[in-house]
C-alpha cells in the first residue's frame, strides 16, 4: 500500500516538472502539419540541397564504409573531439572535415552550404533521441553552458531559465514560450522565412532580452548547445522542425 | 506527385521552390530599400500542354509552395518550370506511367 | 498628470504592430483597403463585370500565429469538363500593399480546382479569391484570418 503511494507520487512529481516536452506541441495545427509534410515542409529544401553537396563532397567516406553512414549522429552532438580538443557540434563537426579531409576553407556559420550540410546530417537523426556525453573532457563545457542558462543578463535581467524553466506554457507578445530545446534545428522558422542553425535562434532569444547576442559557433554557444542537449536527453529530433 | 496512376484518376501534384521572394516593401539595416527580386511564373506541362499555371506577387510566402490537382491520361513528362524576374529559368521534369 | 489613452484609428494600429517588429528591419507603410482589392479584381478581370458570390470556398486558420506564411486554400465547385470549366482564379489581400498575391490557369488536363499555397498577411483580414468560368462568369469567395504577428517585412 505504502510502496503504490510512494510510486504514484514519484510519478506524478515526473509528469508534471520535469516532463520534457518539444516545442512542437507548442505550435498551432497548421504549423505542426507543415512540419508533418515532407513536401511541404520548406527545410526540406535545405535537406534535400545538403544531401546533393553530401553526395559530391562527403559519400565516399561516409556510405556504408568504415567511417561509417552517419544515421544517429547528431543526437550524440556536440561532443569532444580528442583531435580538435574542442567540442563540436555538428556545424564543426563537418567544418572539420572539410579541413582535415578534405582540405578545404571552412564553411561560414550560417551560410547556405553549411545550413544544407547540417540539416541533411542532423535529418539522418531523425526520430533519434538526444543522448550526448558530459562527462571527463565535455564536463567543463556543460559547467559553463549550464551558467549562460541560469546567469541573469541583458537590459531585462533575465536568464533563459526563466522563460523556459519557469514560465513555459506561457503567453509572451502572441508567442507561447516553449521548454526552449534545441531538437528542431537546423529549423525553419516562418519570422527568418528561411532556415537557421540554433546558435542563430540563441541570438534572437538573446536579443529580445536586449542581451548582446553572442557570435555564432562561439565556446559559450557551443556549451550552451552541449546543456540544452544534456536538459533535453531522451527527446527526439525532428529536424527540419518548423517554428513561428 | 505518384509515379502511377490510373485512367482519368485525379492526383495530387505538389511543387516547392527555394526562393526568397524579396517582396520590395523591406528597408535594409541603413534605410535603404531592398529591391524586389520574386519568383514571377511557375508553369507546370503535361502531355505538351499547358496543364496549370500561376502568376506570383510579392504576397507569396518565401519559398513558394503550390498544391494542385491533375487528371492522369496518358503516360508522359511533367514539366515544371519557375521563371524570376529576371527571366531566369529553373526546370525539373518528372514522368508519369498511366496503366 | 493622468496619462490619456489616445484613441487609435485602425491604420496606426496597424502600423503599431508593424513598428514592434522585432526584426530590426525597418517597413514601408503602404497599406491597402478594401476597395484597392475591388480596384484589383476589376483590372484583373475586366471592369464592369458582375462578380457573383458563390463556388468559391476559401479555406485560412482562423488565427495564424504569423503573417509570413499563412495557409491559404482556395476550392472551387464545376465539374471542369468540355461545356463548363474553370479557366482561371486569381486571389485578393484587402489590407496588403499589393492587392493581388497570385493567379492561377487551368489547362484542360486539371483536375478539380483545388488549389493549396502560403501567403503573407500584413495583418488581420479578408482573403478573396474570384473564379472565372469558360461562359466569362465570375464568381467569387472569402475567408477572415486574424494575424497575431503581421509580416512586418511584407
Known amino acids: 500500500m505504502r510502496a503504490a503511494c510512494i510510486a504514484f507520487l514519484l510519478w506524478a512529481s515526473l509528469a508534471s516538472a520535469d516532463e520534457v516536452i518539444s516545442g512542437y506541441e507548442f505550435l498551432t495545427p497548421e504549423t505542426q502539419a507543415l512540419q508533418d509534410d515532407d513536401f511541404a515542409n520548406p527545410g526540406m529544401l535545405w535537406v534535400e540541397e545538403g544531401g546533393s553537396l553530401f553526395a559530391q563532397q562527403c559519400a ?81 563545457y556543460f559547467t559553463e553552458g549550464r551558467d549562460y542558462f541560469f546567469r541573469r543578463k ?78 533535453a536527453r531522451g527527446l527526439i529530433i525532428e529536424v527540419p522542425g518548423v517554428r513561428r | 506527385m505518384p509515379e502511377t496512376a490510373a485512367i482519368g484518376e485525379v492526383f495530387e501534384v505538389k511543387v516547392m521552390i527555394q526562393h526568397d521572394m524579396e517582396s520590395g516593401y523591406r528597408r535594409g539595416q541603413y534605410g535603404e530599400r531592398i529591391p524586389r527580386n520574386i519568383i514571377q511564373h511557375f508553369r507546370c506541362r503535361y502531355l505538351g500542354e499547358q496543364v496549370f499555371a500561376s502568376e506570383f506577387f510579392p504576397g507569396v510566402a518565401a519559398n513558394p509552395y503550390l498544391s494542385f490537382l491533375v487528371r492522369a491520361q496518358r503516360s508522359g513528362e511533367f514539366v515544371f518550370e519557375w521563371e524570376d524576374q529576371h527571366g531566369k529559368v529553373w526546370r525539373r521534369t518528372v514522368g508519369l506511367a498511366v496503366q | 498628470m493622468k496619462r490619456k489613452h489616445p484613441t487609435l484609428s485602425r491604420r496606426t494600429a496597424v502600423r503599431g504592430a508593424v ?50 506564411s499563412v495557409p491559404l486554400e482556395v476550392l472551387v465547385k464545376s465539374p471542369m469538363n468540355d461545356t463548363e470549366r474553370v479557366v482561371q482564379v486569381a486571389v485578393f489581400a484587402e489590407e496588403n500593399p499589393l492587392a493581388k498575391i497570385a493567379s492561377y490557369n487551368f489547362g484542360k488536363h486539371s483536375g478539380p480546382v483545388h488549389i493549396q499555397t502560403r501567403i503573407r498577411m500584413g495583418g488581420s483580414q479578408r482573403i478573396r479569391a474570384v473564379a472565372e468560368l469558360n461562359d466569362g462568369s465570375l464568381w467569387s469567395g472569402y475567408a477572415f484570418s486574424v494575424v497575431t504577428l503581421a509580416a512586418c517585412v511584407l
Not at chain 1, 192 to 198: E, K, P
Request: glycine share 10%; hydrophobic share 35%; net charge negative.
Open chain 3, 19 to 68: 513598428a514592434a517588429c522585432l526584426s530590426g528591419l525597418v517597413p514601408i507603410s503602404v497599406w491597402g483597403s478594401p476597395e484597392d482589392a475591388d480596384l484589383a479584381i476589376a483590372e484583373h478581370f475586366g471592369a464592369d463585370k458582375p462578380v457573383s458570390n458563390g463556388r468559391v470556398t476559401v479555406k485560412l486558420p482562423p488565427i495564424s500565429e504569423n503573417g509570413y
Open chain 1, 60 to 140: 565516399d567516406c561516409h556510405t556504408q564504409g568504415s567511417n561509417g553512414n552517419l544515421e544517429g549522429v547528431a543526437a550524440r552532438y556536440p561532443a569532444f573531439d580528442q583531435d580538435a580538443q574542442t567540442l563540436l557540434n555538428i556545424e564543426g563537426r563537418i567544418n572539420r572535415c572539410r579541413e582535415i579531409h578534405l582540405q578545404a576553407e571552412p564553411l561560414a556559420y550560417e551560410s547556405k552550404a553549411l545550413l544544407a550540410l547540417s540539416a541533411y546530417v542532423a535529418n539522418l537523426s531523425k526520430g533519434h533521441a538526444i543522448d550526448v556525453d558530459i562527462d571527463g573532457a565535455a564536463q567543463r
Open chain 1, 154 to 231: 541583458g537590459q531585462f535581467n533575465l536568464a533563459c531559465s526563466q522563460c523556459h524553466d519557469d514560465h513555459w506554457g506561457r503567453m509572451l507578445r502572441g508567442d507561447r514560450i516553449s521548454q526552449g530545446h534545441p531538437n528542431a534545428f537546423p529549423g525553419y522558422r516562418l519570422e527568418w522565412q528561411a532556415m537557421g542553425s540554433l546558435h542563430r535562434r540563441f541570438q534572437d532569444c538573446d536579443a529580445g532580452i536586449r542581451a548582446q547576442p553572442l557570435a555564432l559557433g562561439s565556446r559559450r554557444y557551443r556549451s550552451l548547445e552541449l546543456y540544452l542537449a544534456w536538459r
